[in-house]
């Protein structure tokens, strides 16, 4: 076996590597560490999910591993040190999902403007009449740059929306914040004046409860948030009272870790907070990126030469779209 799949690819994607490499589909795995730890010790590449996670001991039921690859972006369920140690490639395709991503954040907005929608969608075909919110002459505040917030903020813009922002590692006079048609405030400032937070920081452990009641104390009155970043960001409590005094209107926050608002939480009763299960980044056409850039990125590291692969590692992380000389995908899919 070259190749150990816990991880479903779309089937074009999945034939392709097949008729190049000895696959095996075993995506029960997952649920199974003593069985993936026996599979997995013939396997040169893993395509593995979220919650399977890298450690030096599952590295060392793998001695003939060369690639470890996800279809998601994170890699705080890798641990990169041992990896390197161990020239095993980690592989992930960093942007397959940032449209898709934006667009969650975009329709999340959205919905939160106009939850009269929502009641519909619920089968109430007869709810009273609500009194909505329109996005354009709105203010935004664009919480951390991260690559999905590049293509909401020209979303945003295009509706005519006023984007302020803030991001804890980038200057305000980086030149990204003009490209982006975005204002650089304080951090103060852009809770005091947005009408609507979107989230999507770069998680690190040393943001774990940054929005907490300092922060949110700032708040606009009426504010609706919206949210991809690790749940971990928020402080519970603090996110409770928010929500509770009518600082925070409504937020929708997509894939929340283990815990977050589960029952004896503070937000476990709030009900102008929404949870959805990573949905953002579960779309046909996010999936068919990822799963092509993955497949290339593997075959590319079992056949490549010692020298190809010492060139791969001195090279910056690549970028999703297809490199020169990949194989390309056949213009029409039929994704499943």
């Known amino acids: 076996m070259d190749i150990l799949l816990l991880e479903r690819l779309v089937p074009e994607a999945h034939a392709w590597l097949e008729a190049r490499h000895s696959v095996e589909s075993r995506p029960e795995l997952a649920g199974d560490p003593s069985a993936l730890r026996k599979a997995v010790y013939n396997a040169q590449a893993v395509i593995l999910p979220r919650k399977v996670v890298v450690t030096r001991e599952f590295l060392d039921f793998a001695p003939l591993l060369k690639a470890v690859a996800r279809m998601h972006v994170g890699t705080d369920n890798t641990d990169l040190e041992a990896c390197r140690e161990r020239n095993v490639r980690v592989i992930q395709a960093t942007t397959a ?148 005094d009518g600082r925070i209107e409504a937020c929708m926050i997509d894939g929340a870790e283990s815990g977050f608002a589960s029952r004896g939480s503070p937000l476990h009763e709030i009900e102008n907070l929404y949870i959805t299960p990573r949905l953002g980044s579960h779309t046909r056409e996010s999936r068919l990126r990822a799963s092509w850039y993955v497949v290339h990125r593997i075959h590319e590291t079992l056949t490549a030469t010692t020298s190809r692969l010492a060139q791969l590692d001195a090279m910056p992380s690549a970028p999703m779209d297809l490199e020169p000389g990949d194989p390309k995908p056949p213009p029409q899919f039929i994704v499943r």
Request: hydrophobic share 45%; glycine share 8%; with cysteine.
């Open 97 to 244: 999902n940032v449209r898709s991503n934006a667009e969650y954040l975009l329709a999340s907005l959205l919905l939160l403007y106009r939850r009269g929608i929502g009641s519909s969608l619920n089968g109430d075909r007869h709810a009273d009449i609500r009194l909505g919110r329109e996005l354009n002459g709105s203010t935004i505040g664009i919480f951390g740059l991260a690559p999905t917030a590049h293509t909401l903020a020209l979303m945003l813009s295009a509706l005519g929306a006023k984007l302020i922002g803030y991001d804890p590692a980038i200057h305000h006079t980086a030149p990204i914040w003009a490209r982006l048609q975005i204002q650089p405030v304080s951090l103060q400032d852009l809770m005091s004046t947005a009408d609507a937070v979107s989230v999507q920081v770069m998680y690190a452990s040393r943001y774990q409860n940054f929005i907490n009641d300092k922060l949110l104390a700032h708040c606009k009155p009426g504010q609706m948030w919206v949210g991809i970043s690790r749940s971990h960001l928020f402080d519970q409590e603090a996110l409770a009272r928010a929500l509770t």
